[in-house]
Structures are given as structure tokens and as C-alpha cells.
């Protein structure tokens, strides 16, 4: 596609349930990030996917998070057991290689509110 | 470790003053520093790099690394610059791969 596309853009769910969230990158983007967006905090690294090598997870919080790049392109973050702190903008981007200064590309989002 | 420091949360201005938003950074590496903007209702996107030394609608910023310092400045803001921006690092992780870092961003309100 012509960017970056996430799904469900906004998302309501139970404490304790499991959600997911989907990143589609922008085609040929070798390199897809996931960050958490939160009120005040800034942007928070969760994991990191470059082609078929393993993914940097050194950002995720706890392990009721992980995420998969299945084929080298669409993305899945899942939460397992969702907690109300776990609410927040999931943003994922995208770059062409393995080199951030060639600029990310961001999606919308996906607003997660835990109630 | 690396960290970049945005100390306004709010910065206020009336249109055609000048404003700078202020950016501080540790990294123990060479950097490579980023402005990211936020419009509202919009996604967040670069802005500009500092290996680029450009100047995107009006705004500069100039990498002072005596000062550790990467502040976005602009001569006369405009209210369509109202919005909210994130400094960036890049970084080397522990996998040696890079990745970047955000401050935690600066909302800038251009009153008319």
C-alpha cells in the first residue's frame, strides 16, 4: 500500500483479556517497528523486525506482550491479559533498511483503552 | 545509555514570534538526531534530520555537540505549526543494530 496501515484503529477491551493488533508496512519496507505512545511518556521502542533475522524484543514490557512479521511484511502485537496500564496509542512504522536515518514511516495507530 | 530530553511539555507563543524548542541528548556514540511532528488528528512524520541540514517550512535545528544540544527553531511561527514534536536519536543496540529513541515531546501552541 501507498503507507503504513494499522488495524483496529481504536480498540476496547476488558481487563484480562487478550487483544491484537495489525501492522501492515509499507511494501518492500525491510525494517518495522513497534512503539507505544503514551499520555506524557513520549514514544516507547516495544520491538523491532529487520527481513528474516530475530526480531529485538528488548523494548517489551512484560512477556503478556509479543509480537510475530509473518512473511516479511504484516505484523501482529499481541497482549495477553491485558492490564488497564496497558492503554495507549500502539504505533508501528516501517523504514526501507536497517538504517533509521532513512526515516521511518509511521502509521495511525491503534488506540487501545483497557476498561 | 541513550537519552534525549525534551524539558517543555507546553511551549505557548503568539503567531510571528520566533520559538525554539529545546532538545538535550546523552548518547556516548556519534549521534544522529531527528525532529518528528505530530499535527493533530495526523500521523506522526519526520520533520527533518540534522545529516541533512535542511530547513522544512521555516524550521532548522543545528546539532551543538559541545552542548549535546539539537534545538528546532523557527523565526516567526505560523498557526498552522501548532502540533506536537518529538526529538530522536538514533542508537546502537545491544544486537548492533540501530534504532531510535524519542524524547517524550513538546506541545507547541501558536496563539493568533
Known amino acids: 500500500g501507498a503507507g503504513v496501515s494499522q488495524s483496529p484503529s481504536n480498540k476496547v477491551t476488558e481487563k484480562g483479556k487478550d487483544v491484537e493488533l495489525r501492522c501492515d508496512p509499507i511494501s518492500g519496507h525491510t525494517a518495522l517497528y513497534w512503539y507505544r505512545q503514551s499520555l506524557g511518556q513520549g514514544l516507547e521502542f516495544l520491538i523491532y523486525?529487520?527481513?528474516?533475522?530475530?526480531?529485538?524484543k528488548s523494548g517489551l514490557p512484560s512477556d503478556r506482550f509479543s509480537a510475530e512479521r509473518t512473511g516479511g511484511s504484516v505484523s501482529t502485537l499481541t497482549i495477553q491479559r491485558t492490564q488497564q496500564e496497558d492503554s495507549a496509542v500502539y504505533l508501528c512504522?516501517?523504514?526501507?533498511?536497517?538504517?533509521?536515518?532513512?526515516?521511518?514511516?509511521f502509521g495511525s495507530g491503534t488506540r487501545l483503552t483497557v476498561v | 545509555a541513550q537519552r534525549v530530553t525534551q524539558p517543555e511539555k507546553l511551549l505557548s507563543v503568539f503567531k510571528g514570534a520566533p520559538v525554539e524548542l529545546k532538545c538535550n541528548y546523552s548518547y556516548s556514540g556519534s549521534p544522529e538526531l531527528f525532529w518528528y511532528v505530530q499535527y493533530s488528528r495526523q500521523r506522526l512524520q519526520l520533520l527533518l534530520r540534522h545529516i541533512s541540514r535542511e530547513s522544512i517550512k521555516g524550521f532548522t535545528a543545528d546539532l551543538n555537540k559541545g552542548e549535546t544540544s539539537f534545538h528546532l527553531k523557527k523565526p516567526f511561527a505560523q498557526e498552522e505549526d501548532s502540533a506536537m514534536y518529538y526529538c530522536?536519536?538514533?542508537?546502537?543496540?545491544?544486537?548492533?543494530?540501530?534504532?531510535?529513541?524519542f524524547g517524550s515531546g513538546t506541545r507547541l501552541q501558536v496563539q493568533p
Open positions: 512504522a516501517s523504514s526501507l533498511a536497517d538504517r533509521p536515518n532513512y526515516g521511518y514511516t
Open positions: 523486525f529487520q527481513g528474516n533475522s530475530a526480531p529485538d
Open positions: 530522536a536519536l538514533t542508537y546502537l543496540m545491544d544486537t548492533g543494530r540501530r534504532a531510535l529513541t
